[in-house]
């Protein structure tokens, strides 16, 4: 199988997820700015988790297409990664009514600790089919470091909530500044590899 469907699939799941984020944010009531501030911890969750929905986005189109078949593996990996994605926007409403309470934070980090460990997994499925390409496992060696330390992060966020909350917040926001950009030299390979 070709990676375009698992591509063209993955990305109206995403654009969907984005879309019922967008639905959650409400207008408040009183037409004043207080009234609008006071909305800050809504709006805070809602950038958060389109930033990690837009960063997924980005890294799974350059990973699946380092895919140079898709198999059952690669198929359910996916799929396990989609829905721990698809669990965002619940999280983020979550959170976002929920700013200063340590659960609701740490359910978040829970959240995307699973989707990082998810990744890992995706990531994990498609590289055993490059064992033979040095380039490739130098890559993949440090797409894998990049994302346990991500993962790492988000569980020590999910402890760190019920000791101080904001500090929880900057660390699931970090893997984030991470993954902004895809991995140096992930772009070369896949353009290599459609050349």
């Known amino acids: 199988m070709k990676t375009n469907r698992i591509e063209a699939f993955s990305d109206g799941v995403m654009a969907i997820l984005i879309t019922i984020m967008v639905l959650e944010l409400k207008a ?36 699946i297409n380092l ?8 198929l359910w990996a996916n799929m396990n990664l989609l829905f721990w994605i698809s669990l965002i926007p ?22 995307s600790a699973a989707g990082a460990l998810s990744y890992f997994f995706l990531r994990a499925s498609i590289a055993r089919h490059h064992h033979h390409e040095p380039e490739f496992r130098r890559l993949n060696k440090t797409m894998a470091r990049k994302n346990l330390i991500a993962l790492f992060i988000y569980l ?40």
């Open 28 to 63: 408040p009531h009183d037409p004043t700015p207080a009234s609008l501030a006071a909305l800050w911890p809504v709006f805070f969750a809602y950038i958060l988790s389109f930033a990690i929905i837009a960063i997924y986005w980005v890294n799974h189109h350059y990973l």
């Open 67 to 74: 895919a140079v078949r898709v198999d059952a593996l690669i």
């Open 90 to 111: 619940w999280v983020t409403v979550y959170l976002g009514d929920n700013h200063a309470l340590p659960f609701p934070v740490a359910l978040y980090a829970a959240v």
């Open 156 to 195: 020590v966020a999910i402890v760190v909530a019920f000791i101080y909350t904001p500090l929880a917040l900057v660390l699931i926001a970090t893997p984030a500044i991470m993954y902004f950009l895809p991995e140096h030299g992930i772009g070369f390979f896949v353009n290599k590899r459609s050349s």
